[in-house]
């Protein structure tokens, strides 16, 4: 992880993209007790973006990390023992990236999205999985509601975390 | 009645309610640990994934 999480910074010192941030399970883990994830879910901010705005273009970045020798397994690239997923950021993860949480993992720096926007993108995705990081959140992490609500009603969530609500605890 | 049950835990005599409010505060605790710590244990559950569980594909993470 110590190595895996060097590599990826070297893709921003390296000008391969912009910035980054760590989402999905392992973000969520930053702010609640452990669990089980298999993989590391990193939201990337491309350094160009291509003239066609529907199009995304990551080849440099896989191009990098395949001539450094990480595998493929799956839909996972494996960096230094980790499968990391790598997502190029819309609107609302762009901005949960830039604002997200600086921190470090064994003296090396990385950023973590905050609970909040890790909230908003668990509810826009609503698996069942998502569902229950949501949860976790809502139990476990400290969260600032004021933010929380600014966020959902930015992005169009209120609704959706309104039902979660009324759904999952009743209120 | 259920509700008086006490749960017997070494010397300690908890009732249900006790027990479910001190595993919250674990809970809540163990949100508090430092993300380093939290990468250990998620290792850990992964091994345990892999040798209890039927998830015989999963990678161990180097950390």
Not at chain 1, 56 to 72: A, D, F, Q, S, V
Request: proline letters at 3%; glycine letters at 6%; one cysteine or more.
């Amino acid at each position: 992880m110590r190595k895996t999480l060097e590599v990826i910074n070297e893709l921003k010192d390296k000008g391969l993209i912009k910035d980054y941030a760590i989402g999905g399970a392992i973000g969520a883990l930053r702010w609640t007790q452990p669990f089980f994830t298999e993989d590391l879910d990193i939201f990337i901010i491309c350094e160009k973006e291509s003239k066609e705005k529907e199009l995304i273009i990551l080849t440099p970045i896989y191009e990098y990390l395949k001539k450094k020798g990480y595998p493929w397994k799956g839909h996972w690239i494996v960096i230094e023992g980790v499968p990391v997923d790598i997502f190029p950021a819309d609107e609302l993860e762009k901005t949960a990236i830039e604002e997200a949480q600086e921190t470090e993992y064994e003296g090396i720096k990385t950023k973590v999205i905050g609970p909040e926007y890790l909230i908003a993108l668990f509810l826009r995705v609503f698996r069942d999985k998502d569902i229950r990081k949501t949860e976790l959140m809502l139990e476990e992490a400290t969260v600032n509601k004021e933010k929380l609500d600014k966020i959902l009603n930015k992005y169009g969530l209120t609704e959706k975390f309104t039902n979660f609500r009324e759904k999952y605890y009743g209120k | 009645m259920e509700n008086n049950q006490k749960i017997v835990i070494g010397k300690r005599i908890l009732t249900k309610e006790e027990l479910f409010k001190e595993k919250e505060k674990f809970r809540k605790e163990r949100a508090k640990l430092l993300f380093d710590e939290k990468i250990k244990a998620l290792v850990q559950l992964q091994q345990l994934a892999l040798s209890w569980g039927n998830k015989k594909d999963v990678i161990i993470w180097r950390i």
